[in-house]
């Protein structure tokens, strides 16, 4: 399978780690519009003894050449929607990065536009590898197969790096990241709705901009994009998720930590310790868990434990088989709606009803 990487940016060139290990792969075209970055894409294939290869300043000349099977888009947030409809007219199968778009008015241009295309539609798959993390992935089997009975909470922690310096510092405002809680969490939201296979109703959350870029001027503005955060998730199954965001928090041994508990007992992934912790009431007791390292298998480690491999060599499998994503254009929407719902609560200082973002048919997983 020929594959073409649009934005060869930080997670363009993992993408591109990713295709040179893939077996039966290989790229044939890199895109972006920032010469260094085009640059670092052929540094990596150079890397691993590979020649050089077409470069292109603008997509449609990406697309006009012919040279793909498939498409990786990894441009910067809000530069997706243009793209993303413009790989689908030319009728080419693409991976695109979470989030789906900044706002839920261009997901919903994106699914329009996909859906208007009928059963010529390619496939679309959203780039939500935290799904494919291999502790997080056992955590996931584990619930789904009843190991503690009907899920009750959700407990998700992210304490971490602050945000990396990107090309053109994009991501450093809102207005093209979509706002933290998009940006960077859609990914825990979609793990909520996976793992209590359910969907939300509610959100409530606080947070600021305690600390981070606070110092840091672009063309004459300060980022406005949050540090910090607690989310809570209500759920229509009952469920009740919470997220705790701290990225001023890396001095910490887990980036990540999952909770599940449900009637029965409790899950927990550790990342990147790559354990899994399966309690099980009546059987064990605090302080006296199964414990399991459960580590990622993939050639690639990249900066996502290997799930982002992990994702690519699923993709590439569901366009080989004609089968449809794992990640869909419903879970890039809900996963961003609810991070949008959170900037509205702390925006506003209320709970906010998803009712009140999403359609009765979105809400209802119709025509998606």
Partial sequence: MRFGVIGTGMMGIEHIANVIALDGAELTAVCDNWEPSLKAAQHELASSGLDPVPAFGD??????????????????NHLHTDIVLDVAAASLPQLVEKPLATTLDDCRRIIGGIEALGTEAPLVWVGLEYRFMAPVAALIEQAHAGTIGEVRMVAMREHRFPFQPKVRDWNRFNCNT?????????HFFDLMRVIARSEPVRVMASGAQDLNHLDERYGGETPDILDNAFVIVDFASGARALLDLCMFADATRNQEEISVVGDDGKLEALIPDDVVRTGVRGRDWIGNVHERTVSSTAPVVGHHHGSSYIELERFRDAVLESAPAECTLADGLWSA???R???VSIDEGRPVQMSELLTPAELAGRGQ
């Fill in 341 to 343: 719902a959170a900037h």
């Fill in 337 to 339: 709606a609810i991070g």
């Fill in 178 to 186: 979509g706002g933290t809680l998009v940006e960077k969490c859609c």
């Fill in 59 to 76: 997509h449609h000349e990406l697309l006009d050449a012919g040279l793909c099977d498939a498409v990786v888009v990894a441009t910067p």
